[in-house]
């Protein structure tokens, strides 16, 4: 019985230890980002529309639209507005809470496009090249498509390596509900984690990615961050855009 209490006690010690690792990174309650913490960045392959990286009423926003291109009717464009942590390369965990405002798309009957989502996004290692087309790294998503059922939202736990994705679905959520997202490199067991908390029904889903790449070359390119990410499609009949706004809060970083 007194190995059993030990083990019991040895097992929630470690449960503590764990938990302390995860600390405050930023909880934007001043009127600027921190350029200690913080680097922004708008990026498109089309022609640029609005773009927000502010902080507004104590959270980060982050809103983006762009626009496709009027001359085919295939392929689509890309559009980005991320906030980038400014030391990336030891963080394992990122936590945020997550309000995913708005997405709406202008779409094309002939070439369907992407939409738009919210994301937390990170390199973390290298599957040995040193080559930065050889990082692996993980994303957990909250989006839509303008064919997915009004005000539903996707959430997506996505790895990647070389241009190549696997994603796993990981629920529906309501367009502007609150949500604490968390994704984790677990590298002891070879997986990435990831973990969304619904907070207006406190349901908690989880979800895990393992992979079989080598893990101990670090990251060519190390980098974390939090973002939206927009993909309109090419249209001859119309102009089409993605327009996506989102609020994060209380960041947490685990190392």
């Known amino acids: 019985m007194t190995r059993i209490r030990t083990l019991v006690v040895l097992f929630f010690a470690t449960l503590s230890c ?39 009423h104590g959270k980060l926003r982050l809103a983006r639209r762009i626009t496709g291109n009027t001359d085919s009717n295939t392929g689509l464009q890309f559009g980005s507005a991320s906030a980038f942590f400014f030391n990336p390369a030891p963080i394992k965990s ?7 405002r708005d997405v709406e798309e ?19 290692f290298n599957a040995g090249s040193g080559d930065p087309s050889d990082d692996v790294g993980a994303s957990l998503h909250f ?11 996707t959430v997506l736990a996505v790895s990647f390596h070389n241009g190549n994705y696997s994603f796993i679905w990981l629920g529906n959520v309501l367009l502007g509900t609150p949500v604490t997202a968390t994704l984790t490199w677990d590298q002891a067991n070879h997986q990435f984690l990831f973990s969304w908390t619904n907070s207006v029904t406190h349901v908690k889903t989880n979800g895990a990615m393992p992979y079989s790449f080598s893990d101990t ?5 190390p980098t974390k961050s939090l ?27 685990g190392q």
């Open 18 to 56: 764990a938990a302390q690792t995860s600390v405050l990174y930023d909880n934007f309650e001043h009127r600027f980002l921190n350029p200690s913490l913080w680097n922004t960045s708008c990026y498109t392959t089309s022609l640029s529309q609005e773009c927000a990286t502010i902080i507004q």
């Open 94 to 100: 990122i936590t945020t809470d997550l309000v995913v």
């Open 106 to 124: 202008s779409p094309c009957v002939a070439n369907p496009g992407f939409g738009g989502f919210a994301a937390v996004l990170a390199r973390f």
């Open 143 to 153: 989006g839509r498509v303008s064919s997915d059922p009004k005000g539903q939202l």
């Open 217 to 221: 070359t670090p990251a060519a390119d």
């Open 227 to 253: 973002e939206l990410e927009l993909f309109p499609a090419n249209c001859t009949a119309r102009q089409t855009w993605v327009y996506t706004d989102a609020r994060f809060d209380n960041v947490y970083i």
